[in-house]
């Protein structure tokens, strides 16, 4: 089996998930060491705890150019989507059932819709161009009397395509509409400041971002009312029940605090356009990239070898950390709904793979990575 330790294993999968950054498992660290208190409570163990947290709220807002006031603190990307959508509908579906969203969202958006639906709830699923973007004309024409939410991602997971949230944003603004992004991929990654945004509520995950696993937060536009997914008593202003977790709210705080420095990700977006350079050298017309050539994460590369299938590529690359856009089935292979909502051929899509590159990601990696996919992609299917 190949270990982390060996000079072989190569990690490019960091749109799943990224390592924790030394600052924050420092900061975390000092906090297993720090306040104890319930940060509810008034007496000194609490008053301690509760500026602790203050100071994390305040760091998390610091990198989205909001109030701190705005920042409610979450298990993760899933419930901060869920807080949205769900507590959207929940405090204005009086004025309206009609919620607008993408075909190539999360599922922590694509099923709390479904759920909606259950209850009563119209949901438009727009489609994308080839490249995986929304048009804004569409989001437009789908607006209804009863459009109370519209919930478009601000970049995509899999293929990195960036959408037109501030136009979008914009027209929702015109029709007194609330508007929700995803923002889990763009944190930490491009700007996300929401004043540039024009959003009212937008979600964060800190795994994606150096952060710790099972932390998030979700904005929330000052003065917006939102059910609250956890009901109970007070904590997080009353938008969300349940004893603040001190060291993880701690990690996500230092995890966006490092984040400024790191807006458009300049020296691995070299090296992603690197990456993509040797593969059209490589490999010419067999290989292709899916999502937006511009308007793409700095990170992220993801290419279909044609008439290949991107699984198969990758179980011969032993050491390698990516993600596949396509998934075998009884002999088949099913495309992911991301691009089939890109409309990909087939015989395109089977062949794709996801390289998401990070803040450690080195040139040698790349090579040696290009070395191991010319061995692959040789092997007979």
Same mark, same amino acid.
């Given at each position: ?37 319930n940060?509810?409570?008034?007496h000194?163990?609490?008053? &301690?705890?509760? /500026? ?7 760091q998390? *807002? +610091?990198l989205l150019?909001?109030? @701190?006031?705005? #920042?409610v ?14 507590g ?21 958006i ?14 438009t ?54 508007f ?11 700007? &996300?400041?929401? /004043? ?5 509520l937008?979600?964060? *995950? +800190?795994?994606?971002?150096?952060g @710790?696993?099972? #932390? ?10 939102l ?22 709210d701690?990690g ?5 605090e ?7 990700m ?44 991107g ?25 992911s ?19 998401s ?11 040696a ?13």
């Open positions: 089996m190949m270990h982390v330790a060996d000079q072989r294993a190569i990690y490019l999968d960091f749109n799943a998930s990224t390592p924790l950054a030394p600052e924050v498992a420092k900061a975390m660290e000092q906090a297993l060491r720090g306040p104890f208190g940060p509810s409570s008034d000194w163990a609490g008053q &301690t705890a509760r /500026e602790a947290v203050d100071k994390a709220r305040a998390v *807002a +610091g150019g909001c109030k @701190p006031h705005e #920042i603190f979450t298990s993760g990307g899933s419930e901060s989507n869920n807080h949205a959508v769900k959207a509908f929940f405090t204005h579906g009086k004025n309206g059932t009609h919620i607008i969203t993408s075909q190539v969202e999360h599922p922590a694509i099923n709390p819709c479904r759920f909606l639906e259950g209850l009563g709830a119209e949901v699923y727009l489609p994308v161009d080839g490249f995986g973007q929304v048009d804004p004309d569409d989001v437009r024409r789908a607006i209804t009397s009863q459009t109370v939410l519209i919930s478009i991602m601000h970049a995509n997971n899999e293929v990195g395509t960036i959408q037109p949230i501030a136009a979008i944003a914009q027209i929702a603004r015109e029709r007194g509409i609330l929700h992004t995803d923002a889990a991929q763009s944190v930490g990654k491009i700007s &996300t400041r929401i /004043e540039e945004l024009g959003v009212d937008l979600s964060i *995950a +800190g795994h994606k971002l150096y @710790p696993k099972g #932390i998030g937060a979700l904005y929330v536009r000052g003065g917006l009312q059910e609250p997914l956890i009901h109970g008593a007070g904590h997080e202003s009353g938008r969300r029940a349940g004893t603040e977790n001190i060291l993880l701690l996500l705080g230092a995890a966006c490092l984040a400024q420095v790191w807006i458009g300049g020296s691995v977006h070299e090296l992603r356009d690197l990456f993509w350079n040797l593969l059209q050298e490589e490999f010419g017309v067999g290989v292709v990239l899916n999502g937006h050539p511009e308007e793409r994460l700095p990170n992220t590369v993801n290419v279909s070898f044609v008439g290949k299938v699984s198969e590529i990758l179980s011969h690359m032993k050491g390698v950390a990516a993600s596949t856009g396509s998934a075998c089935h009884s002999g088949s292979v099913q495309l709904p991301v691009l089939k909502a890109m409309k990909l051929d087939p015989q395109v899509g089977m062949g794709a793979i996801r390289f590159l990070g803040r450690t990601t080195t040139r040698e990696e790349i090579e990575t290009m070395l191991l996919l010319a061995n692959a992609t040789s092997v007979p299917s």
